[in-house]
């Protein structure tokens, strides 16, 4: 009997044993940095010629790991193999599916550093956001076990019929392609393939390729549970075109995917073509981001509001789907609260983050984001006022850092008020007053968290029903939700509003079959 899930504690890195730890396990994933990682498919291990390099974006010059870099014919090949594990992975009892799963969320507790200072190094999280990652990977796992029980058979939930024997199981759907992001690098991914294995599906998964090294772990985490061959095949490559064919293939029963709007909405579209020899309409999960926005009105406890925006602003250098890119004070506080979160973010420290638990943000993930988060810095000069950071910063490893970035009085139709930065930059927005507030937190097309700091219970109550996002705060960040406590996915172009680490998530990657026998 499976015990009730209780999320997984976060490390005190205060406690000198855990920091001691904590550089134990960097020092161990340091030594493995520069191996070459093959393709898995079938249980089988598949070099390649051709390959692609993960590199540490504090040091841009230091390759952390190579990865075989699959075409289109690798991704047939994986798919053909999932579809042929399916044929017996389908009837593997629940029970038993989730031990496997059960038992990967022990090991990666026993290891939880080592995929932690994995993070920090190939993607430059700061090791409260690299540990709060993989205890909510640890988290994905337990929950998930425990609710694929639950609704395995939901016979009982049936209304009685005289004469009957009535049955509800929610089986499988088959082959799914699995299609993570970097930003969350080992929780995200753990999520995506511990909900589709144990629920009854295979997977072909293909890594974000700036994060290959991390997804490696979690797959060879779960194959070392003795996981059958075909269950869970790891074919890397570029998006373009081995994600193009895993999306397209007509034995692809389903698409995870988180990451960007236009990747998304591509997905979206391809995924509803029926091909020839498919016969089934693929099921699409989506998380496409968001343009997150906390309002502030005057009867607020301003301390802690400004205390929220910055802790969700620059999170992990506010790479986050979830991350506040918008501050809408009313305008009798806007002066004040302004002051106060630049003083706040004034004060993080941005470095490498392998040297220590002191280091607040470390580098954006790469060239090509520190190009694009930097544009906007003339963008913001040209629609508002700079009032904090605004340029690179340079190091003598080159790394890719920007200092949180802060512009006042943006217009609420500005871009930097609506276009998807992911990066260290906050734009703030005047209101008259609420109403204006919440009109200006509602313009975006997207729809995925939002908070509300206010003492006014009338005002928090309209804030329930008027704003329109699929993760709502009230008094608090905007960011960190917990598995089985905050249920995860957005509105409008923020996806499909799967709720991720919530009881009806499962659902998603099955199908109900309903049986009645005349008795």
Not at 149 to 161: E, F, K, N, P, Q
Not at 248 to 262: A, C, L, M, N, Y
């Amino acid at each position: 009997m499976l015990t009730p899930y209780i999320p997984e504690s976060l490390t005190r890195f205060a406690d000198p044993h855990e920091e001691a730890a904590m550089r134990a396990a960097l020092d161990k994933v340091k030594s493995e940095i520069g191996r070459t990682y093959p393709l898995v498919i079938d249980g089988e291990r598949i070099s390649l010629t051709h390959t692609f390099q993960s590199l540490n974006p504090a040091r841009p010059a230091e390759v952390v790991g190579t990865f075989a870099e699959a075409d289109a014919s690798h991704a047939d090949l994986a798919i053909a193999a999932a579809a042929r594990a399916f044929e017996t992975w389908k009837f593997v009892p629940v029970a038993d599916r989730a031990r496997y799963v059960l038992r990967a969320a022990a090991e990666m507790r026993r290891r939880k550093h080592e995929f932690s200072a994995t993070m920090v190094l190939e993607v430059g999280k700061s090791w409260a956001e690299a540990d709060a990652d993989t205890s909510e990977a640890i988290d994905f796992m337990e929950y998930y076990a425990r609710q694929a029980v639950r609704i395995a058979d939901s016979s009982g939930l049936l209304t009685h019929s005289s004469g009957e024997d009535l049955a509800l199981h929610y089986i499988p759907l088959g082959v799914g392609a699995v299609i993570p992001p970097w930003n969350f690098p080992c929780a995200i991914p753990t999520g995506m393939l511990a909900s589709a294995i144990v629920t009854g599906n295979t997977v072909v998964f293909k890594p974000a390729e700036l994060s290959s090294w991390i997804a490696w772990k979690v797959c060879e985490l779960f194959w070392d549970q003795g996981l059958p061959p075909g269950v869970l095949n790891f074919v890397s490559g570029p998006g373009r075109v081995v994600g193009e064919r895993m999306v397209d293939h007509p034995q692809t029963r389903f698409i995870s995917f988180t990451g960007s709007r236009e990747v998304g909405i591509r997905i979206y579209e391809r995924a509803a073509k029926v091909h020839p020899g498919q016969k089934w309409l693929k099921r699409s999960i989506l998380e496409m981001g968001g343009k997150d926005g906390v309002v502030v009105d005057e009867t607020a406890d301003l301390d802690a509001a400004a205390q929220g925006i910055v802790a969700s602003a620059f999170g992990f250098q506010g790479q986050k789907c979830s991350a506040a890119s918008r501050a809408i004070l009313i305008n009798d506080v806007y002066d004040a609260v302004a002051e106060r979160v630049v003083a706040l973010a004034g004060k993080l420290s941005v470095g490498a983050t392998d040297l220590g638990r002191e280091i607040d943000m470390g580098p954006v993930v790469d060239l090509k984001a520190l190009q694009k988060i930097s544009s906007y810095f003339e963008v913001g000069t040209q629609e508002g006022t700079l009032l904090l950071g605004g340029a690179p910063l340079h190091t003598p490893e080159g790394g890719y850092f920007l200092p949180p970035t802060i512009f006042g009085d943006i217009a609420p139709d500005a871009r930097l008020a609506q276009e998807e930065i992911f990066g260290p930059v906050l734009a703030l927005i005047r209101a008259q007053n609420y109403d204006e507030a919440l009109e200006i937190a509602n313009g975006t097309d997207y729809g995925l968290t939002g908070g509300v700091f206010s003492r006014d219970r009338a005002r928090l109550e309209r804030a329930r029903h008027e704003f329109h996002v699929g993760n709502l705060y009230l008094n608090r960040k905007i960011t960190g939700a917990m598995v089985g406590i905050n249920p995860f996915g957005g509105f409008n172009m923020s996806g499909t509003d799967s709720k991720a680490g919530g009881p009806d998530y499962l659902l998603l990657f099955t199908q109900a079959k309903s049986i009645a026998e005349r008795l």
